[in-house]
């Protein structure tokens, strides 16, 4: 290209900027402002709302609808100004009234009369509007940059570090809504204290709040809120987020309340208790609220979803379970709970009317006494215990391979959160001294359930392994399976004969994914009368 061609273009070019900024100006001083900038200059003139709550939602639009923040005239005049007069004094006068605004609404964050010389309510105003022009032109371009979780978890992070250490909140005024919240935080006080804060800028009021230890440096937030109508639970959850370990939101749930949640916790508990000694049907939708669960179901013991992070599978009875789903993962504290509340339940179910199903009492043939019962949550740490117990050939003789670790999948699974049942012997309460679990076997709409049992070494030879075999035989009849299967050892010789001792009729096989090393054992299941 010759230089004379180059000049020609850059002519051309500025001819067209000059004409496109002509037609700009009309444009520009008739050009209605996008939702954030009415949201600021709303919240300016007259706060109806925590300032918080509108720089948060103003976080939330722009990454969704970056036309919500400014748009795509306004940036084309912007990008023009610079050489044309008019268009520039325009421009210049839309920015004052945006700037005036966002410059009020950083001073209501701060409090009234508050001091602190690290942070200007102009470099603030100055940072919220160049990082909402910013991202409202990348984001047209490369709309996959942000994820929303963290982007809104930093915004609440940075909005929080703008507010005055001790900023002068008036109290809430007018018609409030009760929220349940939950978090999970860093086990240091300061993130407590982070917490509280956050959410006071909001003027949200918290009722009660206790804190669980989850693991080494995390703790559980539980608290009942209260805030003013105008503060959307988005803004709560995306408050809460900014302290929590992931910082992205994934952490943080906020479900409504209700006028009750705000009464003395203990008494709430007692009076929900009476509740379901009166309808123990009422225990599901009970366990779901207790974890702020986004569904729950009551299914076949055989059928519906495995326990995963987000689903939670409870054992209530021999043939029901209990599924309980929620975007967020449950916390073991959480599977905990609702399976307590399911055992409160059985347990009085049991009271009133003996022998309903819920476990048997064993007594071994040296006269010691165990019970059997449906695994729950807060066994797993006992079933750990257990086959740490166990020789390293009694597990290979139940898994046919080497479990030295246990993960915690393995534990949700063989704990009671598959289909099918799954039973534990205790001595007490949760000294597990045997696990047996019932799974349907192959395609789960089968007819045939796969039976497998592991005794603690210190209680085997006693009739114990026996005893729960025969349970989980009676279980799968009940769950409405025909036939039980079973793999054993070829070297098992103990566990053969213990299979040949009781009362079916067993079919021997070779199962070619294990070869000769296995004996899979298969027998029908007598047909009960109805």
Known sequence: MTPASGSRGAAKREELAGRLAE??????????????????????????????????????????????????????????????????????QRI?????????????????????????DAAAALHAMAVGLGLSILLRVSPGLGDAGSWQGLAARLVESLAAANPEVEPAAGEMRTWR?????????????RLLRVLSLLDVSVVSLFTIRQRPGEHLVEMIMQAP??????????????????????????????SQDTEDIATRVLLRCADLVRDPDAAPQAAADLVLADAWEVTDAATGADASATVLRLQWTFDRHVVLRRRTPFTRTEAERASALLRLVAALAELRTPGAGYGWAERLADGSDVWVRLARPHDSA???????????????????????????????????????????????????????NVFPAGDPQGSAAEIAVI??????????????????????????????????????TGMLRLMASLDLDWAHRVDHDFGASVVCLEAELPVTAP
């Not at 709303?42 to 970056?66: D, F, G, H, K, W």
């Not at 603690?456 to 349970?471: F, I, K, N, Y």
């Open 455 to 492: 005794v603690d070494d210190g209680w085997q030879r006693r009739g114990l392994g026996r005893a729960m075999l025969q349970h989980l035989i009676d279980v799968a009849g009940q769950l409405g399976f025909s036939s039980v299967r079973a793999y054993v050892l070829a070297e098992n």
């Open 181 to 193: 919240g939950r978090v999970t935080i860093p086990g240091q006080p300061t993130a407590l204290a």
């Open 229 to 258: 109508v105008a503060v959307e639970r988005a803004t709560i959850a995306q408050a809460m987020a900014s302290v929590s370990d992931e910082g992205t939101g994934q952490g943080a749930i906020v479900a409504r309340g209700v």
């Open 382 to 436: 006992a079933v750990a215990a257990m086959h740490e117990r166990c020789s390293q050939q009694s597990r290979y003789q139940r898994y046919f391979t080497p479990m030295d670790t246990w993960r915690e999948e393995n534990l949700r699974r063989i704990s009671g959160g598959h289909r099918g049942a799954t039973l534990v012997a205790t001595v007490g309460e949760s000294d597990v001294v045997a696990l047996g």
């Open 96 to 120: 004052a009234q945006r700037w005036g605004a966002v410059v009020a609404v950083m001073r209501q964050l701060r409090g009234a009369g508050a001091v602190d010389a690290t942070v200007d």
């Open 23 to 92: 037609r700009l100006v009309p444009l520009v001083e008739q050009l209605p402002f996008p939702p954030v900038a009415e949201a600021f200059a709303q919240q300016a003139s007259e706060p109806t709302e925590p300032p918080m709550q509108v720089i948060l939602a103003a976080a939330r639009e722009i990454l969704s609808t970056p036309a919500a923040a400014w748009s795509r005239e306004e940036v084309w005049a912007l990008a023009l100004a610079d050489g044309d007069h008019d268009l520039h004094a325009a421009v210049e």
